[in-house]
């Protein structure tokens, strides 16, 4: 996720991650904060205690990832496996404004 986060930021895509509150690893900040740096994970993340700020961005379920713009909501990918084919995900919406666009293979 590191990674990701570095290869797209310069393209102006912000991610920000959305976790349950009913785990034991997300049932307060610092048990969020130790699981990021174990995983190695650079992006902003909160715990969505009712779910209502996902709801709100457009995630239906968490944890939920909701990828910013500057011109707002780019799109938002929810559940277990938010993050299967994401990257090929991103790099098309990146190619819809630039279809010349030189991208890593995801």
Do not use: C
């Not at 969020?32 to 740096?37: K, Q, R, S």
């Not at 995983?39 to 909701?66: C, H, N, W, Y």
């Not at 559940?79 to 084919?85: C, M, N, T, V, Y």
């Not at 090929?88 to 919406?93: A, M, W």
Request: zero cysteines; glycine letters at 10%; charged letters at 25%.
């Amino acid at each position: 996720a590191k990674e990701w986060a570095n290869r797209y930021e310069a393209h102006g895509i912000k991610s920000l991650l959305a976790f349950p509150e009913d785990s034991d690893v997300f049932s307060d900040r610092s048990g969020l904060e130790a699981f990021l740096d174990r995983e190695g994970i650079k992006m902003p993340a909160f715990i969505d205690e009712q779910g209502r700020v996902s709801q709100a961005l457009g995630a239906p379920t968490l944890p939920s990832v909701i990828f910013l713009t500057t011109g707002g909501i780019a799109f938002v990918r929810s559940g277990p496996s938010w993050f299967e084919g994401l990257e090929l995900e991103v790099q098309e919406f990146l190619r819809k404004t630039d279809p010349g666009l030189s991208l890593p293979l995801p």
